[in-house]
């Protein structure tokens, strides 16, 4: 008896996830569009006759060393080296160069024979070159790293992990191709984070799961609630008398503003709250709306109410472990700070009208309150809509 084996029902496939597949091909054209609007025109191909380049290369001999660990450093090294390194890219791949290593507790580290690491060569008018090294080659470790976090996302995970990788990869696409060149075109900031943010968002959840009721409530109860934590933070902002100028590091995008580049900056305080909620906000639309399902799933009679009801009791148990990831992971960036602002004893009037306090307040409240209003505004959704599939 010759047993067949059951080939995949692609067209069945297509018919249940049509409008998966529409929102997919949506998306798609929605992203090459932009990208071939926002691509940079490509440069002449001349050379100037003086320029660095940063390239790989390989230690092949140490000619000089004079590093040592510094006690008052916590043993960070100091020094320099002289090196001979075979540059392994570029238009001098495979000639060996002299290359100068100068290392400190903040930067640098010593190299040794067969290390790899990026170095700066630069060319002048004459013809002579001087390398330098930039940085010890950190991409083989960093490629490892993330193979072992998408090996276990994808042995946990499943199929539903594979599908989070695919997200989370086209969520930084378009961050960088689509969010970053527009907001360098001179884009309104908010609005366009915020319009990015509700794109990833669809994107995430059609990848993830589809067009279906639970996806669609997850979907709209994170736009929502990331429009909440937008809204709470600008209104944060006029009252605390605060904007993106007075981020850290927003020096050197001021001066690319200076020069001619269009980017708003004031924005950017709030934009960075609604790109740090995004996540968390997704977290907990799904996981109500998904809960929710269930429960309407297990008993089709309840009412909206019972549902809404239902929603928020399961929304409170997150409310307290969430709001603590959210403030935990702010406190944690600027963590060496903290500790130095801590060591200087200032007093209370020195220390909390500060920018840095303000921003990090406005910051973690802001993102906490689009969470947390995540949850009333996913539950009243699915409610109304799981109520209304069964009629």
């Known amino acids: 008896m010759e047993i067949r084996k059951k080939q995949p029902d692609v067209t069945g496939w297509l018919k249940k996830e049509k409008w998966s597949v529409i929102l997919l091909v949506i998306a798609a054209v929605l992203f090459l569009g932009l990208r071939m609007v926002l691509r940079t025109p490509e440069d002449s191909g001349e050379m100037p006759s003086e320029y660095a380049e940063y390239e790989k290369a390989t230690v092949t001999a140490v000619v000089a060393d004079n590093t040592e660990k510094d006690p008052n450093s916590d043993d960070g090294y100091r020094g320099d080296q002289t090196l001979v390194m075979e540059v392994k890219s570029g238009q001098y791949k495979g000639k060996s160069l002299t290359v100068y290593n100068y290392t400190g507790p903040l930067y640098g580290s010593p190299l040794k024979v067969g290390d790899s690491a990026s170095i700066i060569i630069n060319t002048y008018s004459n013809g002579d070159l001087r390398a330098t090294v930039y940085e010890f080659d950190r991409i083989p470790a960093l490629i490892g790293i993330l193979a072992v976090f998408f090996a276990v996302t994808a042995l946990i995970g499943g199929k539903t992990g594979i599908r989070s990788l695919l997200a989370l990869v086209l969520t930084i696409l378009v961050l960088f191709q689509i969010l970053i060149p527009l907001l360098l075109k001179g884009a309104p900031t908010l609005p366009t984070v915020f319009l990015v943010c509700a794109y990833i968002t669809v994107l995430s959840f059609v990848i993830l799961g589809g067009v279906h009721r639970k996806t669609v409530c997850a979907a709209l109860g994170t736009i929502a609630g990331t429009a909440l934590a937008m809204l709470f933070g600008m209104a944060a902002q006029a009252a605390a008398r605060i904007n993106g100028l007075r981020i850290a590091d927003i020096e050197p995008l001021l001066q690319m503003r200076q020069s001619g580049t269009p980017i708003g900056l004031q924005g950017l305080l709030v934009g960075g709250i609604i790109i740090s ?45 969430m709001t603590n990831t959210l403030i935990l992971a702010f406190l944690g960036s600027g963590f060496t700070l903290i500790i130095y602002l801590y060591s200087l004893g200032l007093s209370f009037y020195q220390l909390l009208p500060s920018a840095y306090t303000a921003i990090e307040v406005i910051s973690g409240i802001s993102s906490s309150i689009g969470m947390i209003l995540a949850i009333p505004l996913t539950a009243c959704i699915s409610a109304v809509l799981l109520e209304k599939g069964t009629k």
């Open 277 to 321: 909620a995004l996540g968390a906000v997704m977290d907990v639309a799904m996981s109500i709306s998904s809960a929710l399902e269930e429960v309407h799933t297990a008993d089709s009679s309840l009412s909206a109410k019972d549902l809404f009801r239902s929603g928020m009791n399961i929304g409170r148990d997150m409310v307290g472990t």
